[in-house]
C-alpha cells in the first residue's frame, strides 16, 4: 500500500471495498464479529514500537509496502500437492493437510483410517456443517483480546483449518499441517485456526510454513485452541521460510483441568516473525510446557510475546525460550505470567537465554511476573551473553578447530529446547536443521520439498 498518514486506513477502505465479497461466503458466525473488530483495530492501528507488548518490533514497517490480497481462493495447481509432496523428516507417518494462501487446499485427501468422530475441515465449511459446534468455540479467545493484529485478522477471516477431536478419542499419527504461501506478487494473507480437543483425547499439531515464490509476504495468523479435561496436546510451529516474509502469528491456549499441552515455537528462519501466545489455565491441575527458539542471522528479527493466566489453583506452567543471534539480526522476548488471587499452589517457571554472535546482533527481553497469591512457586530470569570463551578454548586445546569448536557450542546451546519435542522423528530432523542452519548451509525452506520432477513455474497462482 502506498503510505499514507495513517497506513490503517489502507487496510480499513479495503475492507470496506471488498466486504460484500469477503462475507458473501460466510455465515453469520463468521461476519457477526467484524464491525466490532474493525472498531477496535481502527482505534488502535497497526503496532508500532510506542505499544507497549511491541516496543522491539514495528509491525506498521511491514505494511508501508504494497501487498494484494486474495479476497476468493486462488490455489489452482497443474498437480495435486498430494502427489509430489515430500516431507523431508524420515520417518515421520502423519496425517497432511495444506492450506494454500490462507485457504484449505479443496483438494486435501483426508485420511481413511482417522478414528471416528474426528474432523479435519476448512473453517469454512466446519462454520457451515457444524454450526452449534462451531459456534461454540470459534472467536472466544480472540474477542477478548485488544491485540491490533488479532482484530485485524478477525475483520478479514475467510478460511482455514478446523480439527476436531471428540471425547476420549487417541490420534495416534500427528497431524501435519504445511502452510503454503504461493503467489507472483506480493501478498497479504489472513488465515484463521480452531482445534478442539475434548476430554480424555490426545493429539499432536505439527504446523509447518513453506514459501514456493520468492515475493514478499505478511502472513497473519490467529489459532484458537481448546483443550478439555485430562486432554493431551502437543503443538509444534516451524517456520522456515525466505528474508521476504514477515509473519504474525497468535496463538490461544485454553486449558481445562488436568490437562496437558506441550508447545514449541522454532523459528530456522524468516523475515519477521512475530509470535503472541495466550495460555489460560482455567482449571486445577493444569500442565503447559511453552519452548521457544530462534535462529537469526542478517537483518532478520523474531519476537515472541507469551501471556500465561493461572486463573485457578494447582497449575503448573513452564517457559523456556533460546535464540542464538549472527550478524545485524535482532530479537526480543516478552513474558509474562499472572498469577490470581485464588490461585494457590501455583508453579510457574519462566526462562530465557540469548546469545549473540557479533557486537551487532541485539536482543531484547523482558521477564514479567505479576503474582495476587500468596502460596506460590515462581521464578523467571533471562540471560543475554556471548559463546564461552572457556569452553571454546577447551575445545580448541583438545585439537578442534575454532569453526568446529563454535558449532559445537551453539549447538550445545539448543539442545535442551529440541529435547522437549515429543515427537522422536522431528527432533532428529530438527537437530539436523539447526547444524544445518549454523553451518551456513539452510537459507530458505528446505526441510520439505515439492518433488524435483515439477517445474516451478506452474507454481504460480495468479
Known amino acids: 500500500m502506498i503510505e499514507t498518514v495513517k497506513i490503517e486506513d489502507e487496510y480499513i477502505d479495503l475492507w470496506k471495498e471488498n466486504l460484500q465479497h469477503i462475507s458473501a461466503p460466510c455465515p453469520e458466525v463468521l461476519n457477526e464479529p467484524r464491525d466490532e473488530a474493525a472498531a477496535k483495530f481502527a482505534e488502535k492501528g497497526f503496532p508500532d514500537t510506542g505499544f507497549e507488548n511491541y516496543e522491539n518490533t514495528d509491525i506498521k514497517r511491514i505494511f508501508k509496502h504494497e501487498y494484494g490480497i486474495d479476497i476468493t481462493p486462488r490455489n489452482e495447481f497443474g498437480f495435486n500437492l498430494h502427489d509430489v509432496f515430500k516431507c523431508d523428516v524420515p520417518d515421520l507417518n502423519a496425517h497432511l493437510i495444506f492450506t494454500v494462501n490462507g485457504w484449505y487446499y479443496k483438494k486435501n485427501i483426508l485420511p481413511e483410517n482417522l478414528p471416528e468422530g474426528v474432523i ?38 475467510q478460511d482455514g483449518l478446523f480439527i ?74 516451524i517456520e522456515n521460510q525466505h528474508n521476504f516474509v514477515n509473519q504474525i502469528i497468535s496463538s490461544f491456549i485454553d486449558q481445562k483441568a488436568d490437562s496437558n ?39 532478520q528479527h523474531v519476537d515472541n510475546f507469551t501471556n500465561v493466566v493461572h486463573a485457578v489453583p494447582n497449575c503448573v506452567s513452564d517457559e523456556f525460550f533460546k535464540y542464538v543471534l549472527d550478524d545485524s539480526s535482532s530479537g526480543a522476548f516478552r513474558g509474562r505470567i499472572y498469577v490470581a488471587k485464588d490461585a494457590q499452589k501455583t508453579e510457574a517457571y519462566q526462562t530465557n537465554k540469548n546469545i549473540c554472535l557479533t557486537k551487532d546482533a541485539k536482543m531484547h527481553t523482558k521477564p514479567q ?49 529440541i529435547e522437549s519435542i515429543r515427537l522422536e522423528p522431528l527432533k532428529e530432523r530438527i537437530h539436523d536443521l539447526v547444524e544445518k542452519r549454523f553451518r551456513g548451509e539452510l537459507s530458505k525452506c528446505v526441510g520439505c520439498a515439492i518433488c524435483n520432477s515439477v517445474d516451478t513455474d506452474t507454481y504460480h497462482t495468479h
Not at 398 to 405: H, L, N, V
Request: aromatic content about 10%; some cysteine; charged content about 20%.
Open 120 to 157: 479435519i475441515s476448512s473453517i469454512l465449511k466446519a462454520s457451515k456443517e457444524y454450526p452449534e459446534l462451531f459456534e461454540k468455540y470459534y472467536n472466544k479467545q480472540a474477542m477478548l483480546s485488544d491485540d491490533p493484529m488479532v482484530n485485524l485478522n478477525t475483520m478479514y477471516a
Open 164 to 237: 476436531y477431536v471428540p471425547k476420549g478419542v487417541v490420534i495416534e499419527k500427528p497431524i501435519q499441517i504445511i502452510n503454503i504461501l504461493n503467489s507472483n506478487q506480493d501478498l497479504f494473507v489472513s488465515q484463521r485456526g480452531l482445534i478442539i480437543a475434548e476430554e480424555n483425547s490426545e493429539a499432536k499439531i505439527l504446523v509447518c510454513d513453506h514459501t514456493m515464490t520468492d515475493q514478499r509476504y505478511v502472513a497473519n495468523h490467529v489459532r484458537e485452541l481448546f483443550v478439555a479435561e485430562n486432554a493431551r496436546l502437543d503443538y509444534y510451529l
Open 261 to 299: 499441552v506441550v508447545s514449541n515455537f522454532i523459528t530456522l528462519h524468516n523475515g519477521l516473525t512475530r509470535n503472541n501466545t495466550f495460555v489460560n489455565l482455567a482449571g486445577e491441575h493444569c500442565e503447559n510446557h511453552l519452548y521457544g527458539m530462534a535462529l537469526t542471522d542478517k537483518r
Open 369 to 417: 511476573l505479576e503474582i495476587y497469591a500468596d502460596d506460590v512457586k515462581c521464578s523467571h530470569g533471562a540471560t543475554v551473553g556471548q559463546l564461552n570463551e572457556e569452553a571454546l578454548f577447551y575445545l580448541r586445546s583438545r585439537g578442534i578447530p575454532e569453526a568446529e569448536a563454535r558449532l559445537l557450542l551453539m549447538f550445545a546451546f539448543t539442545h535442551d529446547v
